[in-house]
C-alpha cells in the first residue's frame, strides 16, 4: 500500500491511469510527501517522491532510503556500504528529488580529440578493474553501466520474474532510468542509443532510425562527438588492416571499429569478462561504449567497459557467483545484487542480499586475492552475513527463505553477524548440500513482480 495526499493506495494499482492526476499533484507538492507503507515506522512509512518519466508520474523512493524498505517491497535496496554505490552518493550521483532528476558527473570524455589519441588511450588505465587509482567523485564507464542496471531493477529477481526479461524489455527499462538522469552538459537519454529488436522484415526501417539517432554526431569541427551505445556484444573479431570490429546483438549490420590499443585495453581491464563468456555458455556480455560516427558514417568505438550477465540477465563476476546465482534462481529464492561501480575486485563487497531471510542476509564470497574479510555488519542494519571462501571452502548452506504473510516485518528486526564458522559447518556439508529446504511458490502480496528498485510502477 502507499499513502498519497491521505489516501490509501493499492500497491498493485500504483501504475493505473485513474491514478496520474494524483501522482501528478503530488509531483507539484513540496510539502507532503508519499510513503511507502510495506514497513511499519513511527512516522507510518517510508517516504517517496513522484518522477516523471517516459511521459508518466512515477513513485521513487528517496536517496538513502532504500534499507528501510521491507525486504519484499520493490522499492527496497541493500545498504549502500555494501555495495560499490557509496563513496559516489553526493559525488558523482545527486539524486534532486525536488525535481525528480538525478546529476551525474562522468569520469571520461564525451568528445574525441583525433590528435590527441596517445593522451586517449593513456587515460584508459583509471577505468580498471586492477585497483589502480579511480576519481571517486566520478563515474567511470563500468559504474555508469552498473548504475543504469541498478535504477532499471535487472539486479532484483523474484520467481514470478522468470522468463519475462527480453532485449525490448531490457531496452525499456534502461531509457526509462536514463530519462531522469543528467550529465553537467547533456540529458542521459539523448546520449544513450540501443539497438532496436531486431526483425528481418523491418531491417531497412530500422536502419534508417538508427542513421537518424546518430546524425547529431557528424558534424564539422575538430572535436568529435561521441554517443554511448549500451547492448549485448555477440562478437569482437579481427577486421582488415589490423583493426577490430565489434558486433553487437540486434544490430548485425552496424559493426564498431575498434583500434587494436582499444582491444588491448579492453583484454588488460576486462580480461575476466571475456573469460566469463568464452567459459560459461549460458551467459551474456554486455557492453557500454563511447562511439563516435566518421563522415563516411562508420561507427568507431572510443572506449568500452564490460558486464557479465547471467541467462536472466543478472550480473555476475565470477564462475562462484554464477554458480550461487544460477541456484538460487533454480531453488526459487527472492535476491539484490550488488555491484561494484568503481570498486576493484580486491574490496569485499557483498556479492547479493537475500530478501526473502528475516533479516535480509548479506552474501558474501572471498578468495585468496580479496582483501580481508568484509567488514563487521553495522548493527543498525538489519542484515546477516554470509561468507563463502571459494579458495578452500565447497559453497556453505545457504539460509532457507523465510516464509512471510506479508510484506511488513518487525520494525526493530533482530541484527546477528555471523562469521564463515556459524555459516559453515563443514560436518553438515557431508550430508547437506548448500539448498537446505525449496522455498514453497509465493503465495501472498509480497511476490510483487515490480522490477524496478527506484520505481514503483515498472513490472518486467
Ligand atoms: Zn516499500
Known sequence: MYAIDDQVIDRARIGDDYLQPLLATAHRSRSQR????????????????VARVGGRYVLKRMPGTGPHHAPGCSSYAPPAELTGLAPLIGTAIREQPNTGLTRLTLGFPLTHHPSRTSVRNSDRTTDTDTGEHVDETKLTLRALLHLLWDDSGFVRWVPAMSGRRNWSTIRRHVYWAAETKRTKTSELSELLWLPEPFTVANKY???ARRLAAFAPLVGPGTKQRLM????????LTPARFGRHK????????????????????LWHTFGTELALRQALPDTKLLALLTFGITRAGVAVADRIALMSVSADWIPIESVFEHTLITGLIAHRRRFTKTLRYNQ??????????LTDTDPPTACYLTCATSSGPPQPADPDLPVTQWIWNTSVDAMPRIPPATHRTNTTRPHQASTTARNTQEA????????????????????NGSTSTHCATTSASTTP
Open 34 to 49: 508519499p510513503r511507502c507503507l510495506c514497513s511499519a515506522s513511527e512516522t507510518g512509512g517510508v517516504d517517496m517522491y
Open 424 to 443: 559453515h559447518n563443514p560436518s553438515d556439508d557431508k550430508e547437506a548440500p548448500p539448498w537446505p529446504i525449496p522455498p514453497a511458490a509465493p503465495t
Open 344 to 353: 576493484p575486485p580486491s574490496t569485499p563487497l557483498a556479492s547479493l542480499i
Open 246 to 265: 565489434l558486433i553487437i546483438k540486434h544490430a548485425p549490420d552496424c559493426p564498431f571499429i575498434v583500434e587494436a590499443d582499444t582491444v588491448a585495453a
Open 228 to 235: 554511448l551505445g549500451l547492448g549485448e556484444v555477440k562478437n
Open 205 to 207: 526501417e530500422i536502419a
